[in-house]
């Protein structure tokens, strides 16, 4: 097994800082708000996109690219972002990420038009590409035992907790209108949050790098990208421009695109190259199962948080800042269950997940039969109990599931690891939301179900899938 090597000396008081060799709870505290920046980003602009529709003249394709140019950039390059990081140093590329993301926030916010906006988006979710994975390598290299299991759970506790403040915070910013921005604000909060940041990790992130540098591998990184790129634009962007030739297309290059992957990446192992994604990494037990578990468990979830704000704003008329408060009570119930996790782990082991998705099945069934019987005079307080449900499911199966999928990972393949993990969250995240998404937007029209129907159809489904997680993670080897 290979080890992490710390900086020299030098080279760290060459940014100013002196050497560490171990992850300090500031910093720990540090990488975990570079960690949710890029993930609040990701959710806040859901509920601000009639406003940047009214204020910008956008087309629903352009409004739907400020979304998926963001998440795109960001899964394609997430593999990418790790191992530079294993290369030139996880600190450097941590700062140069969260330099990265400030600017690009920046330039989010005064965008003139929506073309603009589209691009600045693809540029923020590129520098979110090099500012996550470093998060899951510095924890990695600088934790062991039982500290590096619980800033793990901190980790994947962050991730859920972002998602849900992302879309509470971008509907309070829209609704108070802050000095007639409009919804400028949902970007411009970034600026200062962002420079704390930076002075913060100058002075608490150890640096560290992989004491073998793996290189950066041209043609698996193309392919990869080819990949997902077929894959997400076309069922991203393919609906709401009326499927044209080229959407078709790229679905049809995706399966192709993605066995030139495998095969180049199998060949390069074989020969003693060093792959961007090492098959022996997904061969992995913890890698394996942990990613069969990932990718239902974060479709549910993305497809979720999508299809319940959009119902609280056209299906119930409860505004951003309302779809936003519905939300409290899931993200209390997350954030409690997110902190004892470690310690139920500890006792009950690989359990946890599998309760959790149980958990999670019965809070979502919950929320369909109380949207069944009480549509349409549903209030805040009727969807708690159901919220407070899903919001416990998520705390513990989410936490404990990145636990266990980086659990055997070796340290100098940490920032491989941790790409791997967020390339597929991305990823399952946008699946989730174009394929859930885009049935439930045909089915919620006057005339087919409307939105009671498709609603507590779509519920329905996603606690089906919580149940597949469920069952799938009886599977899942013990982290501890």
Same mark, same amino acid.
């Given at each position: =097994?290979?080890?992490?090597?710390?900086?020299?000396?030098?080279?760290?008081?060459? *940014?100013?800082?002196?050497?560490?060799?171990?992850?300090?709870?500031?910093? $720990?505290?540090?990488?975990?708000?570079?960690?949710?920046?890029?993930? #609040?980003?990701?959710?806040?602009?859901?509920?601000?996109?009639?406003?940047?529709?009214?204020?910008?003249?956008?087309?629903?394709?352009? $409004?739907?690219?400020?979304?998926?140019?963001?998440?795109?950039?960001?899964?394609?390059?997430?593999?990418?972002?790790? +191992?530079?990081?294993? &290369?030139?140093?996880?600190?450097?590329?941590? $700062?140069?990420?969260?330099?990265?993301?400030?600017?690009?926030?920046?330039?989010?916010?005064?965008?003139?038009?929506?073309?603009?906006?589209?691009?600045?988006?693809?540029?923020?979710?590129?520098?979110?590409?090099?500012?996550?994975?470093?998060?899951?390598?510095?924890?990695?290299?600088?934790?062991?035992?039982?500290?590096?299991?619980?800033?793990?759970?901190?980790?994947?506790?962050?991730?859920?907790?972002?998602?849900? #403040?992302?879309?509470?915070?971008?509907?309070?910013?829209?609704?108070?209108?802050?000095?007639?921005?409009?919804?400028?604000?949902?970007?411009?909060?970034?600026?200062?949050?962002?420079?704390?940041?930076?002075?913060?990790?100058?002075?608490?992130?150890?640096?560290?790098?992989?004491?073998?540098?793996?290189?950066?591998?041209?043609?698996?990184?193309?392919?990869?990208?080819?990949?997902?790129?077929?894959?997400?634009?076309?069922? =991203?962007?393919?609906?709401?421009?009326?499927?044209?030739?080229?959407?078709?297309?790229?679905?049809?290059?995706?399966?192709?695109?993605?066995?030139?992957?495998? +095969? *180049?990446?199998?060949?390069?192992?074989?020969?003693?190259? &060093?792959?961007?994604? %090492?098959?022996?990494?997904?061969?992995?037990?913890?890698?394996?199962?942990?990613?069969?578990?990932? !990718?239902?468990?974060?479709?549910?979830?993305?497809?979720? =948080?999508?299809?319940?704000?959009? &119902?609280?704003?056209?299906?119930?008329?409860?505004?951003?800042?309302?779809?936003?408060?519905?939300?409290?009570?899931?993200?209390?119930?997350?954030?409690? &269950?997110?902190?004892?996790?470690?310690?139920? !782990?500890?006792?009950?082991?690989?359990? #946890?997940?599998?309760?959790?998705?149980?958990?999670?099945? *019965?809070?979502?069934?919950?929320?369909?039969?109380?949207?069944?019987?009480?549509? %349409?005079?549903?209030?805040?307080?009727?969807?708690?109990?159901? =919220? !407070?449900?899903?919001?416990?499911?998520?705390?513990?199966?989410?936490?404990?599931?990145?636990?266990?999928?980086?659990? +055997?990972?070796?340290?100098?393949?940490?920032?491989?690891?941790?790409?791997?993990?967020?390339?597929?969250?991305?990823?399952?995240?946008?699946?989730?939301?174009?394929? $859930?998404?885009?049935?439930?937007?045909?089915?919620?029209?006057?005339?087919?179900?409307?939105?009671?129907?498709?609603?507590?159809?779509?519920?329905? #489904?996603?606690?089906?899938?919580?149940?597949? *997680?469920?069952?799938?993670?009886?599977?899942?080897?013990?982290?501890?």
């Amino acid at each position: =097994m290979t080890t992490t090597t710390t900086a020299p000396a030098t080279a760290t008081a060459a *940014v100013g800082t002196p050497a560490r060799t171990g992850l300090t709870s500031a910093g $720990l505290i540090t990488v975990l708000l570079g960690a949710a920046l890029p993930i #609040i980003d990701f959710f806040i602009v859901n509920v601000a996109l009639p406003t940047i529709d009214a204020d910008l003249h956008a087309s629903t394709a352009t $409004l739907e690219l400020v979304v998926a140019g963001y998440g795109i950039a960001y899964a394609v390059l997430l593999v990418l972002g790790g +191992r530079l990081g294993d &290369t030139f140093g996880r600190r450097k590329l941590f $700062l140069l990420g969260l330099i990265l993301f400030t600017l690009t926030s920046l330039a989010c916010g005064v965008a003139p038009d929506a073309a603009t906006l589209v691009i600045a988006r693809v540029a923020q979710g590129a520098a979110s590409a090099m500012l996550l994975p470093q998060v899951l390598s510095i924890i990695q290299a600088g934790t062991s035992g039982e500290r590096r299991s619980r800033a793990i759970g901190l980790f994947g506790a962050t991730g859920g907790i972002a998602t849900v #403040i992302g879309q509470l915070l971008g509907g309070a910013l829209v609704a108070a209108n802050l000095w007639d921005l409009s919804w400028r604000p949902i970007f411009l909060v970034n600026v200062p949050i962002g420079l704390i940041g930076l002075l913060l990790a100058r002075r608490t992130v150890p640096d560290s790098r992989a004491s073998n540098p793996l290189g950066v591998d041209r043609w698996g990184t193309a392919l990869l990208a080819v990949s997902l790129l077929s894959l997400l634009i076309p069922i =991203m962007e393919g609906r709401a421009l009326g499927w044209p030739w080229w959407s078709i297309a790229l679905l049809v290059l995706f399966p192709f695109a993605a066995y030139g992957f495998a +095969r *180049v990446e199998r060949k390069l192992e074989a020969a003693g190259g &060093t792959p961007l994604l %090492p098959p022996a990494l997904l061969r992995t037990a913890s890698v394996r199962h942990g990613l069969t578990v990932a !990718v239902p468990f974060f479709c549910t979830f993305g497809s979720f =948080m999508f299809v319940y704000a959009v &119902t609280l704003q056209n299906g119930l008329h409860l505004g951003p800042l309302g779809a936003g408060l519905a939300l409290t009570p899931m993200a209390v119930a997350y954030f409690t &269950t997110s902190l004892v996790s470690s310690h139920l !782990v500890t006792r009950f082991g690989r359990k #946890i997940v599998p309760i959790g998705g149980l958990i999670l099945a *019965v809070g979502l069934l919950a929320l369909a039969g109380t949207a069944l019987l009480e549509w %349409p005079d549903l209030s805040i307080w009727q969807l708690a109990p159901a =919220m !407070v449900l899903i919001g416990v499911g998520n705390g513990l199966a989410m936490s404990t599931l990145f636990r266990v999928v980086l659990s +055997r990972v070796p340290a100098d393949l940490a920032g491989v690891g941790g790409g791997v993990l967020t390339t597929t969250q991305q990823t399952s995240l946008a699946l989730g939301v174009a394929v $859930l998404g885009s049935l439930f937007a045909s089915l919620s029209v006057p005339g087919v179900l409307g939105y009671q129907g498709a609603f507590v159809l779509v519920i329905g #489904i996603l606690a089906a899938l919580a149940l597949l *997680v469920s069952g799938l993670a009886r599977k899942l080897p013990d982290p501890r």
